[in-house]
């Protein structure tokens, strides 16, 4: 059974520090791993996502790394915003499957501080 | 191109209730998932639709069923319902290609209490 961990569970930072969340998995065979946002009460909105045969992706600020053999991904935010501050979900797709049935971890709470 | 929808946005039902919660993937999509989120946690797989048929299933229980239509819209009921039912229920909707990696985009959610 594939279990995800995200760690820290809350982070404060104040205003253009650089960043990193962290991920892990315990299943290495996986078909994608996909951050999100994920603001109060709200819906997630997609950040990145990594096939498996990838090793990063950029996007902004944003960058994402995936080693599939360590089981880990990191999310790096560069130059951190107020704005920035939401909860940081990473979920990971299991192999050669159709869309969906991802696993999520519980996720990091992020606060930027001005 | 419109996003994924979900609706109705908030309701409060009794323990004991039935409920239906209604998603319009994105257009284009034809897999819908869907996921129940509680307090403080991250979102657990409930069970995927691809092209009508149910194509998955999380560790939930038999009063969890679903539906997709053939505009690929989709509903998820609950029956019986108890107080840990209360969640936030999101949709995502997908469409399966080697150029999409199956990247999920989501709704922004029903927010259901049970009392």
């Known amino acids: 059974k594939q279990e995800v961990t995200q760690i820290p569970a809350a982070l404060s930072v104040p205003e253009g520090e650089n960043l990193v969340l962290n991920c892990s998995f315990t299943?290495?065979?996986?078909?994608?791993l996909q951050w999100f946002r994920q603001d109060p009460g709200k819906g997630l909105t997609s950040l990145l996502l990594?096939?498996?045969?990838?090793r990063e992706q950029t996007s902004g600020r944003l960058n994402a790394s995936l080693d599939k053999s360590s089981g880990r991904s990191t999310l790096y935010i560069a130059a951190s915003q107020p704005g920035d501050s939401a909860t940081y979900l990473c979920?990971?797709?299991?192999?050669?499957?159709?869309?969906?049935?991802?696993?999520f971890g519980d996720g990091t709470t992020l606060t930027v501080k001005p | 191109e419109t996003g994924v929808t979900q609706s109705p946005t908030h309701l409060i039902k009794t323990r004991g209730q039935q409920v239906t919660l209604r998603c319009s993937s994105q257009?284009?999509?034809?897999?819908v998932s869907w996921y129940q989120q509680a307090l403080g946690q991250g979102p657990q797989f409930i069970f995927q639709?691809?092209?009508?048929?149910?194509?998955g299933r999380g560790n939930f229980p038999p009063r969890f069923s679903g539906l997709q239509f053939p505009n690929y819209s989709s509903e998820l009921n609950v029956n019986a319902l108890e107080l840990d039912d209360s969640a936030l229920y999101l949709c995502?909707?997908?469409?399966?290609?080697?150029?999409?990696?199956?990247?999920?985009?989501f709704g922004p959610g029903t927010r259901l209490t049970v009392l």
């Open positions: 995502a909707s997908s469409y399966p290609s080697a150029s999409s990696y199956n990247e999920q985009f």
């Open positions: 299943d290495s065979a996986i078909y994608n």
């Open positions: 990594i096939q498996s045969s990838q």
């Open positions: 979920a990971v797709s299991p192999h050669n499957t159709n869309a969906g049935k991802s696993t």
């Open positions: 257009s284009g999509h034809n897999t």
């Open positions: 639709y691809y092209r009508e048929e149910e194509n």
